[in-house]
């Protein structure tokens, strides 16, 4: 009973004779620091020099249809964009398969349709900047199609390469 009663007062007395006492909690004005990490950037085709260059941009909702609207939208200074007489109505991922789950690499969407208003001036530069800033920044998508106002009017399907050129199919 002596033991015990020595090992519960020796911390008490202990802590009492080191100069710590116990005191309020005490609230301070400034907030406790967050650490936030930021998203990685999506980006998307200029021209610099004339030579095709990808360009971080920040999005709000990290989808394509975002993406897109952005790129159309984008004049920065100090590049070029063929993106000027071109007008972007929306975009499209058709399904590879009707059987098949997403997690089947044979079923995934692989194809996006871009689709600008009927009377839009598409050229390659352009075709260029739609398809490798599609493909440069979701990894399923293999190919672009791109339509001018509707399905019937398909101006051409393309890839892109790493070194950013384009492939006609």
């Not at 009973?1 to 004005?29: F, H, N, Q």
């Not at 020099?49 to 975002?66: C, K, Q, S």
């Not at 952005?70 to 993106?83: I, K, N, S, V």
């Amino acid at each position: 009973m002596r033991r015990r009663l020595i090992a519960l007062l020796l911390p008490v007395l202990l802590a009492a004779g080191c100069g710590l006492s116990p005191g309020d909690v005490t609230s301070v004005a400034v907030p406790a620091p967050v650490v936030q990490i930021p998203p990685l950037p999506h980006r998307i085709v200029l021209y610099k020099y004339g030579r095709p260059v990808l360009a971080p941009v920040h999005l709000r909702n990290a989808d394509i249809d975002e993406l897109m609207k952005r790129l159309f939208d984008t004049r920065r200074r100090g590049y070029e964009t063929a993106m000027a007489e071109m007008f972007y109505d929306w975009a499209n991922t058709p399904p590879r398969s009707s059987e098949g789950s997403p997690r089947d690499l044979d079923s995934r969407r692989t194809t996006l349709q871009v689709f600008v208003y009927k009377h839009s001036k598409i050229t390659e530069k352009a075709a260029l900047q739609i398809t490798c800033t599609a493909v440069r920044n979701w990894e399923n998508l293999l190919r672009v199609e791109i339509y001018r106002g509707n399905e019937d009017d398909l101006y051409g399907s393309f890839r892109c390469r790493d070194d950013l050129t384009l492939i006609r199919e």
